[in-house]
Nanobody, 123 residues
């Protein structure tokens, strides 16, 4: 199983980025998917999750209204559209796959993880 994130980079506050997570080696449509992030010196935190079909999504409060999670099961890819970025959004963003959508904000629930992509938001 391989999850590969891309799309990170350096952006000014107020800008946008779109992250992608390509999956291989698993039945992508059978997995709920999530995005997590980790800032320097902080624990990994939940950002957003999406159910198998994409019909259910959930976000941490700090990104609601700014980030949108989506997936394309035909392309085995998940996305995170990030708008109105803030410096506090800076961190390494990870995608993860979980057979169950239950307790999707808990990192320990996820079976597979990508290597992460760096997002840096400057003032």
């Amino acid at each position: 199983v391989q999850l590969v994130e891309s799309g990170g980079g350096l952006v000014q506050a107020g800008g946008s980025l779109r992250l992608s997570c390509g999956a291989s080696g698993l039945s992508f449509s059978s997995y709920a998917m999530g995005w997590f992030r980790q800032a320097p010196g902080k624990e990994r935190e939940f950002v957003a999750a999406i159910s198998w079909s994409g019909g259910i999504t959930n976000y941490t409060d700090s990104v609601k209204g700014r980030f949108t999670i989506s997936r394309d099961n035909r392309k085995n890819t998940m996305y995170l559209q990030m708008n109105s970025l803030k410096p506090e959004d800076t961190g390494v963003y990870y995608c993860a796959a979980d057979l169950s959508f239950q307790r999707h904000a808990a990192a320990y629930k996820y079976d597979y993880w990508g290597q992460g992509t760096q997002v840096t938001v400057s003032l």
